[in-house]
């Protein structure tokens, strides 16, 4: 996610983002997931506070592909199940975690955040989780198609 924004995508705090949604950390909701070649695996409890696409230029080069789905968690519900996720701070106070071994890209959070975002393909069973809406569509690519069902922002909502 773009730096400069990504506090308030990351704490769903952010107008035409989920709100409402309380810490659902006892209910039964569960999901696992990890890198690719096995040596990160993490289990997120509870109802994600958000999940959508980010289509700006950091994440673009950071991921290797045109746009990612976020999934957000309280970091109190993220636990890394085995291994230890590496990090990288890609721009003042944001930090992008992987998989030091294969460099599979799994979380991003920032200084003070409330939430952790997590990859949804990093998931076990990404489909598991819907987005909600694209950010930072002038920084879309060409080829990549929009799902006009979801909320579209051209840059981070007000």
């Not at 976020?70 to 003042?92: H, L, M, Q, R, Y």
């Not at 598991?128 to 799902?147: G, T």
Request: with cysteine; aromatic share 8%; proline share 6%.
């Amino acid at each position: 996610m773009n730096s400069e924004n990504n506090r308030e995508f990351a704490g769903g705090e952010t107008a035409g983002l989920p709100r409402g949604l309380e810490d659902m950390s006892d209910t039964p909701e569960q999901h696992e997931g990890g890198c690719f070649c096995g040596a990160v695996r993490y289990r997120v409890r509870g109802a994600p506070t958000y999940a959508g696409n980010c289509h700006c230029r950091d994440c673009q080069r950071a991921i290797g592909a045109g746009f990612v789905t976020w999934v957000g968690a309280k970091p109190e519900n993220f636990d890394v199940t085995k291994g230890e996720i590496a990090t990288c701070e890609t721009s003042p106070g944001v930090h992008r975690g992987f998989c030091g071994r294969c460099g599979s890209s799994l979380t991003f959070s920032g200084d003070n955040w409330t939430d952790i975002g997590i990859t949804a393909a990093s998931l076990d069973e990404p489909g598991a989780v819907k987005p909600e809406s694209n950010v930072y569509l002038d920084h879309q690519q060409p080829w990549v198609m929009i799902d006009k069902t979801l909320r579209c922002y051209e840059k981070f909502p007000d």
